[in-house]
């Protein structure tokens, strides 16, 4: 255990940490993605849906939580029967990184709609390399920062709603250094966002993982996206801290 006064010198860390990697840091450049067609037509629906009011529960991420709309994996009969009665959307976005969901924050998802709860899971395209797998994309440092600047985001734009910030989930078949060094890096560093008063850190990796630690291909079968026993591990987990934080 953690002494009561090594507890209180980790928001100073983490605030330090942020400041060093403020500098060049892409993680948390608010731009628009305009290498994939289609991106800016359905942040523009999501916009629409924002505007229209109505949600209590809104999800937000990149292709993992995207997922949810998948009928054919089944996670999308999993939703409607957990989520969509507790007046949920999604607004999740393939390939998204941190500084995408950022800009789509800053430019109208947020507007005109006040969730009571925010399921945020973002992050994991930050990791690893480019295409040409040589380049870095962001160190954990910088991932941790853009992580950091979408709650301020959220927490600005909407002071009454409480964040559920979801750890990345576990990545690769084994936990080999990406997911060790990049991954869980990562998850130990913003859980000191939690506060219990807006952000409320959650993380539920282990639920996926087999006891050696591995990862499941029933589970995710391409080790990074969930199958429909991935998304129903993901409802069990949450839906009970989300139904508390909606009280």
């Known amino acids: ?86 007046g949920a959307a999604n607004f999740g976005m393939g390939g998204d990184r941190t500084q995408h969901l950022l800009w789509r924050l800053e430019h109208g998802e947020l507007d005109g709609i006040g969730p009571k709860v925010v399921v945020l899971m973002i992050g994991t395209n930050n990791t690893g390399f480019e295409l040409d797998q040589r380049t870095p994309k962001n160190s954990p440092a910088e991932t941790v920062a853009g992580i950091a600047a979408i709650t301020r985001t959220i927490r600005r734009r909407l002071p009454d709603t409480r964040i559920l910030l979801l750890a990345i989930f576990p990545r690769g078949e084994k936990p080999d250094n990406l997911r060790r060094k990049q991954v869980n890096e990562i998850n130990a560093a913003i859980a000191m966002l939690h506060d219990g008063k807006s952000v409320y850190f959650l993380d539920i990796g282990v639920n996926f993982l087999a006891p050696d630690g591995t990862l499941p291909k029933d589970v995710m079968p391409d080790f990074l996206h969930p199958s429909e026993q991935g998304y129903a591990i993901w409802a069990a987990a949450i839906k009970g801290p989300v139904r508390r934080l909606l009280q």
């Open 1 to 86: 255990m953690f002494s009561h006064r090594l507890r209180h010198l980790f928001p100073t860390a983490l605030a330090f940490v942020l400041t060093c990697v403020a500098a060049a840091n892409t993680a948390i450049q608010s731009v628009p993605r305009t290498e994939r067609s289609g991106w800016m037509k359905r942040h523009e629906g999501f916009v629409e849906l924002a505007n229209q009011g109505g949600v209590n529960v809104l999800f937000l991420g990149d292709s993992i939580t995207y997922g949810w709309f998948n009928e054919q994996k089944g996670a999308k009969q999993i939703w409607d029967r957990e989520f969509a009665p507790l």
